[in-house]
C-alpha cells in the first residue's frame, strides 16, 4: 500500500486538498483568503481530472482541467475585483453604514 | 517503483503544507505565497501523471498570473496587519468548521478507498498537440463558453472600476 | 341550456372586471353594473332551477381543464335538485342585497369598488353552487374568502375592521388548508373528484369493506369538514365571525348570514356520500353543530350590540344545519340553509337600516320604540323574527322542527339541547326586537328616520319569502323540497309529521316569547339586573362569549408571537448578524476591524456544507452495510 | 474528431453569441447619451431570436459529440429565456438613469448570461453544463455589485461571489468524481444507462451528491440557500429578478436533467433514494422559506424568502420522478416555473416604477399604494395574488398541478406539507396585500409615479398571462407535457412508467 502509488492516492490528496480549502472558507476571517482557498479545492478538483485521466487514458481529463484553469482565473478576476469595490467603498463611507442592510 | 512512491509521497507533503499554510498563515501575503507552493506541488503532480502540457500552464496561468494578480489586490489594499487565523473562528464555529471539513474530506476519502476504481488504460500522450486537438475539436465548445465567459468577465470588471471612475 | 348554465357565475365576474376597469367613470353608476350582472344570472339561473326541478335531471356541462397522459381534470358545471334550490336562494337574496347597498352604501369613498367585490363575491359563490367538481368548488370558495377579507375591511380607516378583515381571512384559512388536504386525500383515495363519480365511486369504496379505505375515508371526510367549521364559524373557529361585523351591513347580511357561511353547510351536503356510511364522521358533525349551536346562543343572549346578536345567532343556526346533516337529515339541513338565509338576510338589513336611520348607533340598549319611526323595517323585522324564533306557519318553522325530528329519532341528547336552543332562540330574538322596536326610545337624543325606498322595498319583499319559503318544505305541500334535493345515492325517506315534536318546540318557542316579554316588555315583570345577578358566572361567560377569545390569545397567539419573537431574532441574530459580519468582514479587508464575532457569512457556508455533508453520510451507509 | 457543430441544431446559441458581440461593439462605437439605443439593440435581437424559435421547427439531435442536445424540452426553454431576457430588459428600463455609463456593460452581462443559461437548457455534458452555470452566473455576480454603487450591492456580490466559487468548487469536484468513476463518461445519456444499471458505485455517488450541492446552491434549496435573502436584498431590483426568474429557471432546468439521468431508480438498491431525499428537501425548502418570508419587513428580502418556498414547490415536482406521477410532476414543474417568473418579473418591474418614482423597497414605502398609483397596485396585486397561490392565477394552477403531482406519486406526506406551506404564502401575500390597499399612505410617500404607454402594456400583458394561462392552462401545459414527455422518456429507466401510467 505504501510503495505501490496508486490512482486512488492521488485522489486521497486531492480530497485532502479540498477539505483543507474548504476549512479555509469555512475558517477564514478575510474574503481574500477565501478566495485563495476556493482557489485550492478548485486544484483538488483538477488534480482529480488529471489523476482519473492518467488512469482511463483518456485526454479529456486534461482538456477539462485546462478549461476549468480558466474559469478559476475568471472567478479570481471578479472575486478580486469586487474585493476591491468593497474595500474602496468601505473606505469612503462610515462602516457602521453598513448594517442598513436589515433582515 | 521506488521513485514515484518519493514523488508522490513528497508532492503530497509539500502540498498539504502549503494548504494548510494557506488556512493558518496569520499573514496575508504569507497565505498567498502558500497558495504558491501549492501550486507548485500540483504542477508536479499533473507531471508525475503524465500531463506535462498542464503543468506548464498550472505554473505559467496560476503561479505567474493569478497568483500575482492576488499578491497585486494585497498591496494595493495595502493588507499589512497580522490576522487571526483559525483562532479567529471561535467557539461553535471553529468546532464545526473542522467537523465539516473533516466530515466531507473523509467521506470522499472512504467512498474512493471503497474501491471500485474503474478499469485502467495505456495512458495517452499529454503533450501540448495531443490536448490541443481535443481542445479545438470535440471539446471547442468548452472553449467557446469559456472565451465568451473570460470576455464578459473582462467587459464586467472594466464596468465595475470604470463606475467608480467615473463618479 | 347546459353550456349556458355555465354562464351564471360567469356574468357577475364580468360585471366585477367592468367595474373595477372603470371605476372612477361609473361612479354613481356602478351599481347598475353589479346588479344587471346579477339579474341576469339570476334570469339564467331561473330558467336552470325551473328546468332541474321540474324535469328531476340535473344540467350539466365540462370541459377537459388539465391533460397529462391518460388522466384529466374535467371542470365543468352540475345542477342538481340542491344545487338549483341554492341557485334560487343565492340569486334572490344576493340581487335584494346588492339593490338594498346602494341605498346604504350611498356616498361611500369607494362607492363603486364596493359594488366590484359584491360582484366578485356573487361569481364566487354562483361558481361554488354550481361546481361539479371539488376544485373548481375550492377556488369559487377561495374567490369568496379573498372578497370576504376585502369587504370586512372595507372601512379602511378603521383599524379595528382591518384587524377584523384579518382573523377572518386566517381563521377560516386555517379551515381551507384542512379541506385542502381532505381534497387530496379523497383524490388519491377515491381517485376522483368529480361530484358525481364520487357518489358513484365512494359507497363502492365502502362496500369493499377495507379497514386502510374507510379510515382513508374518514379522515378525509373530517378534513372536508374543518373547512366547513372554519367558513360556517363552528366551534372552534367561530370566533372570526362576530368581528366581522365590522364590515358594511349589506356584507355581514349577504356573506356572514345568507350565503358564504352558509357554503360551509352546502359543503357537507356536496360531498355527503363521504360522510354517509361513515358513522364516526357523522358523529362529529352532529356533536360539533349542536355544541356551536347551544353555545352561540348562549352568548347571544347577553349581547348588546344589535349586529353581534345577529352574528351570534347566525352562528347557532348555522350548527343547528350542521346538526342536521350530522343527523343524516340531509334535507332538512339544507331546507333550513335555505329559510335561514331569507329569514337571516332581512334580520341583517333590517338591522342595517335600523343602524342607518338611528346614525350608525349600534347599541340596544340606546334605542327603543322604532316602531313608530321606522314602520316598514319594523314589520318586516318582525316577520323575520317570528321565523326565526319558529313561530308557526313561518319559514323557521318548518325547517327547524324537520330537524328537531330527526334529533329525536336520532340523538335524543341533540334534541334537547336543539329545543333548548330553540327556547333560546325564541328569546335572545324577542328581547332585540321588543328592545329595539317597542316601549319608549332611551336615548332620545338621536332623531331616527326611515330609510329610503330602495333600502325598504328589497326588506318588504323579503319579508315574503321569510313568511311563506317554507311552505314548499312543510307537510302542507308534502315535503316538496325535500324530495327535489334528495341526492340519488341516499336511500329514500319517508316524511312524517310528528304532532308532539312540533308541539313540543313550539312550546318552547313561546316560552321564549314570554319570557323576553316579561323582562323586556312594556311592563317588565322580571328585571334583567337581577337574572344577571341570579346568574353570576353564568352571566358573565355569556357576556364574555366564554372567554374563548382571551383563551385563544393566551393558548394560540401568544405562543405564536411568541415564536414570531423567536424566529424574528434568529432572523435578526443569524441572518442580520451575519450582514453585519459581511460589513467587518470588510473593514477586515480596509484593515479597520479585526475581529468578527460568530454569526456571519460563515455560518451560511456551515450551513451550506452541513446539507452535503448530510447526504454524503447518507450514501457512506453503504460501506457499512 | 471534429467540430461537429450543428448548426441547425445550435443557431439560436450561435446567435445569442452575435449578439452579445454586436452590443458590445455597439457600446464601443456609440456616444454615451445615445447608450438607450443598446436597449433597442438587445430587445430587437431577442426578439429575432425569440420569433425564429417559435416559427422554426425545434430540430431533435445532438452536436457536439453529444454534448449539446436540442429537444422539444430545451427549445421551450430557450423560448422562455429569452421571454425572461425581454423582461429582465425591460425591468432595466426604469433604471436607465440610474445606469448611466454602464448601460452597456450593463446589457452584455445580462445577454451573456443569458447565453450561459440557454446553453445549460440544451447540456447534455456535465463540464458543458458546468461552464454553462459558470458563464449564467458569474456576470450575474458582477451586475449585483454593478448596482447601485452602494455597500448594499458591493456586499451582496462579495457573498454571492464568494457563496457561488465555492458551490462551484463542490460541483466541478463531484463532476470529476462521476465522470471517472462512471469510466469516463461525461454524457447525461450515457450516465443515465450506467445509473440503471445498478453501475453508480460508491464514489460516483458522493461525486452525484457533490454535484447535486453545486445545482442546489444555484436553486436554493434548502439548506443550500442561505445566500439568497442578502443577495437578494442587496442586488439591483432588475437583477433580483433576473435571479429570482431567469437564473433559478436555469438552475432547475440543469437539476432537472441531472435528476432524469442520475436520480430515477435503477436496478438493485440505490445508494441514496433521491426522489426520497428530493421530496424531504423539497419539503423542508418549501416551509423553511414561506415561513421565513413571514417575518420580513424589505419587500425584496420577503420576496427573496418567498423564492425560495417558491424552489420547494419546484422541487417537489422533482421528487415524483419514477412514480406514476412522474410526467405531471415535471410537467407541473415546467408550468410553474413560468408563472412564477412571469410574477416576478410583473411584481419587480412595479418595483422598479415605483422605484424610479423615488420609492424605496421596504413594505412600508408601498403603503396605500393602492391609492397613489392604482394601476401599478394592481398589476403588482396580480403577481403577488399569483405567487400566493389565489386561484384562478397561474400560480394556484401551477400549485394544484404540483399537488396532483405528489398525490399521483402516493407521497400523501408531501402534499400536506405542501399545503402547510401554502398557507404560510397567504400570510405574506396578505402582509403585501395590506400594504397596498388598507394602509393609508404614510407622509411623505411618493405619489403617482409615472407609467408611460409602453409600461403599461408590459404589465397588462404580463397581468393576462397570469390570468388567463391560470384559468386555461392548456396551451401552455400541452407542448410542456410533450416535450417532458419526449426528454424523460429517452430514458430505460422506470421513467417510463410515468408516460404511460398516467
Not at chain 3, 358525481?196 to 365512494?202: A, M, P, Y
Not at chain 3, 343602524?355 to 348607533?361: K, N, R
Request: aromatic share 10%; charged share 10%; hydrophobic share 60%.
Amino acid at each position: 500500500m505504501i510503495t505501490e502509488i496508486t490512482t486512488t492516492h492521488w485522489i486521497v490528496l486531492a480530497a485532502v486538498l479540498f477539505g483543507i480549502g474548504l476549512l479555509g472558507v469555512l475558517a477564514r476571517r478575510n474574503a481574500l483568503v477565501i478566495l485563495l482557498s476556493v482557489e485550492l479545492m478548485l486544484n483538488a478538483a483538477n488534480l482529480v481530472f488529471v489523476a482519473l485521466g492518467h488512469h482511463l487514458g483518456d485526454v479529456q481529463g486534461q482538456v477539462i482541467a485546462m478549461v476549468v484553469m480558466a474559469i478559476a482565473a475568471a472567478e479570481a478576476t471578479v472575486g478580486l475585483a469586487v474585493i476591491v469595490l468593497v474595500s474602496r467603498t468601505c473606505r469612503t463611507l462610515n462602516p457602521d453604514e453598513l448594517t442598513e442592510l436589515k433582515g | 517503483m521506488i521513485p514515484e512512491f518519493i514523488l508522490f509521497w513528497a508532492t503530497a507533503a509539500v502540498c498539504v503544507v502549503g494548504a494548510l499554510g494557506v488556512v493558518f498563515a496569520p499573514n496575508v501575503v504569507h497565505a498567498v505565497l502558500s497558495l504558491l507552493v501549492v501550486l507548485f506541488g500540483i504542477a508536479v503532480g499533473f507531471f508525475a501523471l503524465g500531463s506535462p502540457m498542464l503543468a506548464a500552464m498550472q505554473i505559467i496561468i496560476y503561479a505567474g498570473a493569478v497568483v500575482v494578480m492576488f499578491l497585486f489586490v494585497v498591496m494595493l489594499l495595502d493588507i499589512t496587519e497580522v490576522l487571526p487565523s483559525l483562532g479567529g473562528a471561535r467557539g461553535v464555529l471553529a468546532v464545526l468548521s473542522v467537523l465539516g471539513a473533516v466530515a466531507l474530506t473523509f467521506a470522499i476519502v472512504a467512498a474512493v478507498t471503497s474501491g471500485g476504481l474503474p478499469a485502467q488504460a495505456d495512458a495517452p500522450g499529454g503533450d501540448a498537440a495531443t490536448v490541443g486537438w481535443g481542445l479545438y475539436t470535440d471539446h471547442v465548445i468548452l472553449l467557446l463558453l469559456a472565451a465568451i465567459l473570460l470576455t464578459a468577465a473582462a467587459d464586467g470588471v472594466v464596468g465595475l472600476t470604470q463606475r467608480r471612475e467615473s463618479r | 341550456m347546459n353550456i349556458l348554465a355555465a354562464l351564471i357565475p360567469v356574468f357577475p365576474l364580468l360585471g366585477f372586471a367592468f367595474i373595477i376597469l372603470n371605476g372612477k367613470r361609473l361612479g354613481e353608476r356602478a351599481p347598475i353594473v353589479a346588479v344587471g350582472a346579477s339579474l341576469i344570472s339570476a334570469v339564467i339561473a331561473l330558467f336552470a332551477y325551473t328546468r332541474v326541478l321540474a324535469t328531476h335531471t340535473p344540467l350539466s356541462w365540462s370541459f377537459e381543464w388539465i391533460a397529462w397522459g391518460e388522466g384529466a381534470i374535467r371542470m365543468g358545471v352540475h345542477i342538481d335538485g340542491v344545487g338549483a334550490v341554492m341557485l334560487f336562494m343565492v340569486t334572490v337574496v344576493g340581487t335584494l342585497i346588492e339593490i338594498y347597498a346602494i341605498g346604504y352604501m350611498k356616498g361611500d369613498y369607494y362607492y363603486s369598488r364596493f359594488f366590484a367585490y359584491m360582484s366578485l363575491f356573487m361569481a364566487g359563490m354562483l361558481g361554488m353552487v354550481v361546481a361539479d367538481n371539488m376544485l373548481l368548488l375550492f377556488v369559487s370558495w377561495e374567490i369568496m374568502g379573498l372578497c370576504s377579507y376585502f369587504l370586512i375591511g372595507f372601512y379602511t380607516a378603521k383599524p379595528s375592521a382591518n384587524a377584523a378583515g384579518i382573523k377572518a381571512f386566517l381563521t377560516t384559512r386555517l379551515g381551507d388548508v384542512g379541506l385542502m388536504m381532505g381534497i387530496f386525500l379523497l383524490w388519491w383515495t377515491a381517485g376522483t373528484i368529480n361530484f358525481e363519480e364520487l357518489g358513484l365511486v365512494v359507497p363502492q369504496l365502502q362496500m369493499l369493506g377495507m379497514d386502510h379505505l374507510t379510515l382513508a375515508l374518514t379522515i378525509a371526510a373530517v378534513l372536508i369538514f374543518v373547512g366547513t367549521i372554519g367558513k360556517s364559524a363552528q366551534f372552534p373557529l367561530h370566533v372570526w365571525l362576530p368581528d366581522a361585523m365590522e364590515g358594511p351591513t349589506p356584507v355581514s347580511a349577504l356573506i356572514h348570514a345568507a350565503t358564504m357561511v352558509a357554503a360551509g353547510v352546502f359543503l357537507v351536503a356536496r360531498t355527503f356520500m363521504v360522510f354517509v356510511n361513515f358513522p364516526d364522521a357523522l358523529e362529529l358533525v352532529a356533536v360539533v353543530g349542536g355544541f356551536t349551536a347551544l353555545f352561540a346562543a348562549l352568548i347571544a343572549l347577553t349581547q348588546t350590540d344589535i349586529k353581534r346578536v345577529l352574528a351570534y345567532s347566525t352562528l347557532s343556526q348555522l350548527g343547528y344545519m350542521v346538526m342536521a346533516l350530522g343527523l343524516g337529515a340531509y334535507a332538512a339541513g339544507i331546507f333550513h340553509l335555505i329559510t335561514h338565509a331569507f329569514f337571516k338576510a332581512l334580520l341583517f338589513m333590517g338591522a342595517g337600516a335600523v343602524i342607518h336611520g338611528y346614525h350608525h348607533v349600534q347599541d340596544i340598549r340606546r334605542m327603543g320604540g322604532l316602531r313608530h319611526s321606522m314602520p316598514r323595517t319594523h314589520i318586516s323585522f318582525l316577520v323575520a323574527t317570528l321565523a326565526i324564533a319558529g313561530c308557526p306557519l313561518f319559514s323557521g318553522f318548518w325547517s327547524k322542527d324537520e330537524i328537531l325530528l330527526a334529533a329525536f329519532h336520532g340523538n335524543r341528547i341533540l334534541w334537547g339541547v336543539g329545543t333548548f336552543t330553540a327556547f333560546l332562540t325564541a328569546f335572545y330574538m324577542f328581547r332585540l326586537y321588543l328592545l329595539t322596536f317597542t316601549g319608549r326610545q332611551r336615548d332620545t337624543a338621536i332623531r331616527p328616520h326611515e330609510s329610503p325606498r330602495v333600502m325598504t322595498t328589497p326588506l318588504l319583499i323579503l319579508a315574503v319569502f321569510a313568511f311563506g319559503i317554507g311552505f314548499p318544505g312543510s307537510p302542507l305541500m308534502h315535503f316538496w323540497v325535500q324530495g327535489a334535493i334528495h341526492p340519488s345515492y341516499l336511500p329514500h325517506t319517508e316524511h312524517a309529521v310528528n304532532l308532539g315534536i312540533m308541539g313540543i318546540s313550539t312550546a318552547a318557542a313561546l316560552l321564549g316569547f314570554v319570557l323576553a316579554v316579561l323582562m323586556y316588555g312594556p311592563s317588565p315583570k322580571i328585571l334583567p339586573e337581577r337574572v344577571a345577578a341570579g346568574f353570576g358566572k353564568l352571566y358573565q361567560l355569556s357576556l364574555h362569549k366564554f372567554y374563548i377569545d382571551e383563551i385563544y390569545q393566551s393558548v394560540i397567539i401568544a405562543p405564536t408571537v411568541g415564536l414570531a419573537r423567536l424566529l424574528f431574532g434568529f432572523d435578526q441574530g443569524a441572518i442580520d448578524g451575519s450582514v453585519n459580519g459581511t460589513g467587518r468582514g470588510v473593514r477586515l479587508i480596509s484593515g479597520a476591524a479585526r475581529w468578527l464575532t460568530a454569526g456571519n457569512l460563515q455560518w451560511y457556508a456551515i450551513t451550506f456544507l452541513a446539507g452535503a455533508v448530510g447526504l454524503a453520510l447518507i450514501a457512506l451507509r453503504a460501506l457499512a452495510g | 474528431m471534429g467540430y461537429d457543430l450543428r448548426p441547425d441544431l445550435t443557431w439560436p446559441e450561435i446567435a445569442m453569441l452575435m449578439l452579445v458581440v454586436a452590443v458590445m461593439f455597439a457600446d464601443m462605437i456609440l456616444r454615451p447619451e445615445r447608450r438607450g439605443l443598446l436597449f433597442g439593440l438587445s430587445a430587437a435581437g431577442l426578439v429575432a431570436i425569440g420569433l425564429g424559435m417559435v416559427l422554426s421547427p425545434h430540430g431533435v439531435g445532438t452536436a457536439f459529440h453529444g454534448a449539446h442536445m436540442a429537444d422539444g424540452f430545451s427549445w421551450l426553454v430557450k423560448i422562455f429565456m429569452t421571454c425572461v431576457l425581454l423582461t429582465v430588459i425591460l425591468v432595466t428600463w426604469p433604471f436607465l438613469d440610474r445606469l448611466r455609463s454602464v448601460v452597456g456593460t450593463h446589457l452584455i452581462l445580462v445577454l451573456a448570461s443569458g447565453l450561459g443559461m440557454m446553453a445549460l437548457a440544451s447540456s447534455n455534458s456535465l463540464i458543458v453544463m458546468f461552464i454553462a452555470l459558470e458563464l449564467a452566473t458569474i456576470p450575474l455576480m458582477i451586475l449585483t455589485a454593478l448596482g447601485r454603487g452602494d455597500s448594499q450591492a458591493h456586499e451582496a456580490g462579495l457573498k454571492f461571489l464568494i457563496f457561488g466559487a465555492v458551490a462551484s468548487a463542490f460541483t466541478i469536484f463531484g463532476i470529476a468524481l462521476v465522470w471517472g468513476y462512471s469510466g469516463g463518461l461525461m454524457n447525461l445519456t450515457d450516465l443515465r444507462g450506467v445509473v440503471a444499471a445498478g453501475g453508480a458505485g460508491l464514489p460516483m455517488t458522493i461525486g452525484v451528491v457533490m454535484l447535486f450541492a453545486g445545482l442546489a446552491f444555484k436553486t436554493a434549496i434548502a439548506p443550500f440557500h442561505v445566500w439568497v435573502p442578502d443577495v437578494y436584498q442587496g442586488a439591483p431590483t432588475p437583477i433580483t429578478a433576473f435571479l429570482a426568474g431567469g437564473s433559478k429557471a436555469a438552475g432547475f432546468t440543469a437539476l432537472l436533467r441531472v435528476a432524469v439521468a442520475l436520480f430515477a431508480p435503477g436496478e438493485g438498491e440505490a445508494i441514496i433514494d433521491w426522489p426520497l431525499a428530493l421530496a424531504i428537501l423539497a419539503g423542508l425548502t418549501a416551509v423553511l422559506g414561506n415561513m421565513a418570508a413571514i417575518w420580513q419587513t424589505d419587500l425584496k428580502r420577503l420576496l427573496a424568502h418567498a423564492s425560495v418556498g417558491h424552489a420547494g414547490f419546484l422541487l417537489m415536482g422533482m421528487a415524483v420522478i419514477g412514480t406514476a406521477g412522474g410526467l405531471l410532476g415535471l410537467s407541473a414543474l415546467a408550468y410553474y416555473l413560468v408563472f412564477y417568473a412571469a410574477a416576478v418579473a410583473l411584481v419587480f418591474f412595479c418595483m422598479g416604477l415605483v422605484s424610479r418614482a423615488g420609492g424605496g423597497d421596504l413594505l412600508s414605502d408601498f403603503e396605500g399604494l393602492g391609492r397613489r398609483s392604482p394601476a401599478i397596485a394592481a398589476a403588482m396585486l396580480v403577481g403577488v395574488l399569483s405567487m400566493g397561490g389565489i386561484p384562478p392565477l397561474a400560480g394556484f394552477t401551477g400549485k394544484i398541478l404540483i399537488l396532483a403531482a405528489t398525490v399521483k406519486g402516493e407521497l400523501i406526506w408531501l402534499t400536506f406539507i405542501a399545503g402547510f406551506a401554502m398557507v404560510l404564502s397567504i400570510v405574506y401575500m396578505l402582509m403585501i396585500l395590506r400594504a397596498l390597499y388598507l394602509l393609508p399612505p404614510r407622509e411623505g410617500a411618493v405619489t403617482g409615479a409615472r407609467l408611460g404607454r409602453w409600461e403599461g402594456a408590459a404589465l397588462i400583458i404580463l397581468s393576462l398571462l397570469l390570468i388567463v394561462f391560470g384559468a386555461v392552462p392548456g396551451p401552455v401545459l400541452d407542448p410542456i407535457r410533450e416535450a417532458m414527455q419526449a426528454m424523460a422518456g429517452l430514458s430505460p429507466t422506470e421513467i417510463m412508467v410515468a408516460a404511460t401510467g398516467g
